[in-house]
C-alpha cells in the first residue's frame, strides 16, 4: 500500500493545474480566505466571530457596526448559537474585516467543539440556581481546539427550564438546586434526540472532568462524521456510562 501511494504521489508532481481545471472546487477550497464559508453565490462568504457564550463586549458591537458599514455587508444575522454571523462578504474583503474587528474565528463546518451555549444562570436571571455563564466559558475556553471525530456543542443552563437547550445539545448540563446534571446525545437535527441523564448533583469541577472524560472516550472510539448522538446509540448508553463514569 505504501508503495503504491508513493507511485500516486509522484504521477500528481507537476500537474496540480490539471487537476484544478478537473476538480475545480478544489481550488475554492483551496482559496477560501481564513474564517471563511462560502455562499451559495459562489462568490461572497460568511464569517463568525467568535463570542464565548453569547458574549460581547461594547466595543464588539461598535466593531461589528463599523464593518458593516465598511464592507457594505447585506446580512447580519444571530445564529442559533448564539453568535453573530456577517453574510454577503466579498472575498477580497474578508482578511480586512477580521482585522478590523479584532476578534477571533468561531468554528462552524470544523470537527471539534464549535460553541458552549449557555442562559444567563444567576448571574442575572431570577430563577438561575447555577453559574451557566461562568460554566459555558469554563468549557468553551478548556475544549477550544480540540479535534473531534464530528461537530460538538454544549449547551448550559442555569436551571430547569433549560432555557440553552441542554437536553437536545451533544453535552448537556442542566443547574439544580442540589448541584449540576450531565446529559449526553442530543441532537436536534432531522432526526432530533433528548440526551440521556448520565449523572447529578457534581460540582462544577466535577462537570468539567466528566465532559473531559465523555469527549476523550468519543474521540477515541467515535467514527468520522459521527455525532455524539449517534455514538450513543451505537455502542448503548449502559456502555458509554460505565466508560466515563
Not at 109 to 137: K, M
Not at 141 to 163: I, N, Q, R, T
Request: charged share 25%.
Amino acid at each position: 500500500m505504501a508503495q503504491k501511494a508513493l507511485r500516486f504521489e509522484s504521477c500528481l508532481q507537476g500537474r496540480e493545474s490539471e487537476i484544478v481545471n478537473h476538480f475545480p472546487w478544489r481550488k475554492k477550497m483551496a482559496d477560501t480566505p481564513r474564517g471563511a464559508i462560502l455562499q451559495r453565490d459562489k462568490e461572497t462568504y460568511a464569517i463568525v466571530p467568535r463570542s464565548p457564550a453569547g458574549l460581547l463586549t461594547a466595543e464588539n458591537l461598535e466593531a461589528f457596526a463599523s464593518v458593516v458599514r465598511k464592507y457594505e455587508i447585506p446580512v447580519v444575522k444571530i445564529t442559533s448559537g448564539q453568535r453573530v454571523a456577517l453574510v454577503g462578504i466579498k472575498g477580497e474583503d474578508v482578511e480586512k474585516v477580521w482585522n478590523d474587528l479584532g476578534m477571533d474565528a468561531g468554528k462552524a463546518t470544523e470537527l471539534c467543539v464549535h460553541y458552549a451555549q449557555a442562559c444567563p444562570g444567576t448571574a442575572v436571571c431570577r430563577f438561575g440556581v447555577q453559574d451557566s455563564l461562568g460554566l459555558g466559558l469554563e468549557l468553551e475556553k478548556f475544549f477550544e481546539g480540540v479535534d473531534l471525530p464530528a461537530k460538538l456543542k454544549f449547551g448550559v443552563s442555569g436551571c430547569p427550564f433549560c432555557c440553552a437547550e441542554s437536553y437536545v445539545r451533544d453535552l448537556g448540563i442542566i443547574g439544580k438546586k442540589s448541584g449540576w446534571t450531565v446529559a449526553v446525545g442530543g441532537h436536534s437535527g432531522g432526526r432530533p434526540r433528548i440526551a440521556d441523564e448520565i449523572a447529578e448533583d457534581l460540582t462544577t469541577e466535577q462537570v468539567l472532568d466528566l465532559c473531559k472524560k465523555s469527549l476523550d472516550h468519543y474521540r477515541s472510539n467515535a467514527k468520522k462524521k459521527e455525532r455524539m448522538s449517534a455514538f450513543v446509540d451505537r455502542i448503548g448508553l449502559e456502555s458509554f456510562k460505565q466508560s466515563v463514569l
